[in-house]
C-alpha cells in the first residue's frame, strides 16, 4: 500500500535553533518528493521538490534531502524563525497519469512550534 | 501573478442541508483538484479535472458529493447533503499541464452541525 509516514507529530524548539524532519515512504513506482509549509488557515505552499536524481536540495533557510534507495527523505530548518511555525507535509508523486502531476500521496505532517 | 481563489472562506451549515464551494485557478492552468483536509491530516484528493474533462474522481463520494468545471477555467464542488463528518477544509489547487508545481488556495472551511 503507498503510504507516506512523517515523525515526529509534533515538535517544539526554540527561536535560532535547527531541527529536522523525517519522512518515510512506501509509493511504487516513484516520481517526485515534494515538502510544502501549510501555514494554519492556509493551504500548503511549496518549499521543495525533489526527483530521484536529486538527493539535495535547499530553499533558503530550508534544506531537504532524498535517500531514494532506503525512501526517507528529511527537512531541516536552520536558524529557526518564529514565522516557520506551521505544519509541515511530505508529499509523495507515483508514476505519472493524465498529465504532470501523477498520483499524489500526502503525509499527515509535523506540526512544528517556534517558541522565543 | 493571481494566485488561487476560494469563497467562502469559512461556512457553517446544518446536517442534511447543502453547500457550494467555489475555486477560480491561476490563470492558463489546465489542471484543477479539489481536496479535503481533516483536522490533523494531510489533504485527500477528492477529484481533478483537465480542462473540463474529469481526470481522477475515485475518492469522491458520488452519493453526496458532486462538482463540475463547465468552461475549463472555474470549478464548484458541491455537498447535498452534507453529514458531520464533511467537516474539513476543503482546499483548491491549479496546476500548468507540464509542471510539477500544484499551488493551493487558503481553502474553504466547513463546519456541519
Keep these: 500500500k503507498n503510504q507516506v509516514e512523517q515523525s515526529p507529530q509534533s515538535l517544539i524548539i526554540l527561536e535560532g535553533k535547527n531541527c529536522t524532519l523525517q519522512c518515510n515512504y512506501t509509493v511504487s513506482p516513484f516520481s517526485n518528493l515534494r515538502w510544502y509549509k501549510q501555514d494554519t488557515g492556509r493551504g500548503p505552499v511549496s518549499l521543495t521538490i525533489m526527483t530521484f536524481s536529486e538527493n539535495t536540495k535547499s530553499n533558503g533557510r530550508y534544506t531537504a534531502t532524498l535517500d531514494a534507495d532506503t525512501k526517507q527523505s528529511s527537512l531541516h530548518i536552520t536558524a529557526s524563525q518564529l514565522s516557520d511555525s506551521a505544519s509541515y507535509i511530505c508529499v509523495v508523486s507515483g508514476s505519472n497519469y493524465g498529465g504532470s502531476q501523477g498520483n499524489l500521496i500526502f503525509g499527515k505532517g509535523t506540526k512544528l512550534s517556534v517558541k522565543p | ?113
Design chain 2, 1 to 113: 501573478e493571481a494566485g488561487v481563489a476560494q469563497s467562502p472562506r469559512y461556512k457553517i451549515i446544518e446536517k442534511r442541508q447543502s453547500v457550494a464551494f467555489w475555486c477560480n485557478p491561476i490563470s492558463g492552468h489546465a489542471t484543477l483538484y479539489w481536496y479535503q483536509q481533516i483536522l490533523g491530516q494531510g489533504p485527500k484528493l477528492l477529484i481533478q479535472f483537465q480542462n473540463n474533462g474529469v481526470v481522477d474522481d475515485s475518492q469522491l463520494p458520488k452519493d453526496r458529493f458532486s462538482a463540475e468545471r463547465l468552461k475549463g477555467v472555474d470549478s464548484t464542488l458541491k455537498i447535498q447533503p452534507a453529514k458531520l463528518e464533511d467537516s474539513a477544509v476543503y482546499l483548491c489547487a491549479s496546476s500548468s499541464l507540464t509542471g510539477y508545481e500544484q499551488y493551493f488556495g487558503p481553502g474553504t472551511r466547513l463546519t456541519v452541525t
